[in-house]
């Protein structure tokens, strides 16, 4: 009987090893070693030591498509887990646009990465759109440095539009880019500023303050109290000013509306700002600049409420109608895009106040356990489950190849 007791065991323990042995032959599919031959009796000096390596087993990670599985369903789209790269291509222009694009390559691509493809339209109002409206104010100075003139053309101005596009969409950006942030190629332009050459630019603004408030953005401070934000208003409206004064004089009829030029105005002190800052320097203080105004306003569209002001207007406990008209209400408006904290609590306040309109007295958010990330994709919605997901596969697959010191080439 012991015997037989110990055969089970030793049984047992076998078949326990045995699978693991499978398991550990099977990660190994598809791996190739790379052996770093060690000199006997080699012992590394400091100056070894602090000099990285540059051969063995630390070789560059490249990634190849041959490493990825084949997908067995081409006519379906990708699941979240399936890493996918953007495809990239040699754009085709127009060639009418003189200027070299190469010089500002590194914020091109910055511009296409935030601008990709699948989560253009999710995030073009936090992130895409205020990196594209970078872009184009450095466009604007770059095209102009070798000038008198801070905005384009009219006559090439489509043109480059156009290329701009092309050359991101190249990259992997997402070809809609104009319509997600409401531009055309009139941005670039100046509109109705009547100001759009350097010299009078220099002549009408206090150039040395401007440069010395937008020169270094404090990405803390500027929110709070901004400096260079009024520095550019400042400019924007003495050089529209100039309009004024035309109309006085001329007692011209029709012409554009001040709120206009005034905004048309500030694209021309951006591009003044992006001829004096370094392409780098430039996108991060618009980017600052970008962000302390979109934090400022909620972009979500709300539709009336009627249906959770029905289910929730007389209840002063939980009640499970209120709460799924309620989640099935926010579920709408999450798939809208994503937006940051700041944004979730002007959303809510906005939205708790339509339903206080309509005759909700009781907080509601409380009584159906509502979250401020619940008015984003960032929450509990499918959409944001698959961003995260697709994330996390591409965190994994690089951990493991770290790992296993795997080449992926």
Not at 66 to 76: C, D, F, K, M, N
Not at 316 to 332: M, R, V
Request: net charge neutral; aromatic share 10%; hydrophobic share 40%.
């Amino acid at each position: 009987m012991d015997y037989l007791q110990t055969f089970s065991c030793l049984k047992g323990f076998l078949c326990h090893q045995l699978l693991l042995f499978t398991i550990w032959l099977f990660s190994f599919q598809d791996v190739v070693s790379l052996q770093m031959p060690l000199e006997p009796n080699h012992v590394s000096t400091t100056f070894e030591l602090a000099n990285p390596p540059i051969s063995g087993l630390f070789d560059p990670i490249e990634i190849s498509p041959a490493v990825i599985p084949h997908y067995p369903y081409p006519g379906e789209p990708l699941p979240p887990m399936y890493p996918s790269f953007p495809t990239t291509y040699e754009p085709v222009l127009t060639g009418r646009c003189p200027v070299n694009f190469s010089a500002i390559s590194s914020i091109m691509g910055k511009t296409a990465s935030d601008c990709s493809q699948p989560l253009a339209a999710l995030v073009g109002n936090v992130i895409c759109c205020p990196q594209f409206s970078s872009l184009l104010h450095i466009f604007q100075g770059y095209y102009s440095t070798s000038s008198d003139k801070l905005v384009l053309l009219n006559s090439v101005a489509d043109d480059c539009f156009s290329d701009i596009i092309s050359i991101l969409a190249s990259r992997g950006a997402n070809s809609s880019i104009p319509t997600i942030c409401s531009t055309k190629s009139s941005n670039l332009t100046g509109g109705s500023c009547p100001v759009k050459d350097v010299t009078t630019f220099e002549k009408t603004v206090n150039t040395s303050k401007l440069l010395e408030a937008c020169s270094t953005v404090d990405p803390l401070k500027e929110c709070c109290r901004p400096i260079c934000q009024p520095a550019i208003m400042d400019a924007a409206l003495q050089i529209s000013l100039k309009q004024s004064a035309l109309n006085d004089n001329k007692n011209i009829v029709g012409e554009p509306n001040h709120i206009d030029a005034l905004n048309d105005c500030k694209g021309v002190v951006y591009s003044w700002l992006s001829r004096k800052l370094s392409a780098d320097a430039a996108n991060t203080a618009f980017r600052i600049l970008s962000a302390c105004k979109v934090n400022k306003v909620c972009p979500l569209e709300f539709k009336q409420p009627s249906e959770v002001i029905k289910a929730c207007r007389n209840v002063a406990a939980p009640s499970p109608s209120c709460c799924s008209s309620l989640n099935t209400y926010i579920a709408g408006i999450q798939k809208q895009m994503l937006i940051t904290n700041r944004q979730a609590i002007i959303c809510a306040t906005m939205f708790g106040s339509m339903l206080q309109k309509g005759g909700v007295m009781t907080n509601i958010y409380e009584l159906c356990d509502v979250d401020l990330k619940d008015f984003s994709l960032q929450a509990y919605g499918q959409q944001g489950l698959l961003i995260l997901c697709f994330l996390f596969s591409f965190f994994v697959l690089f951990l493991f190849c770290c790992m296993y010191k795997i080449p992926l080439y």
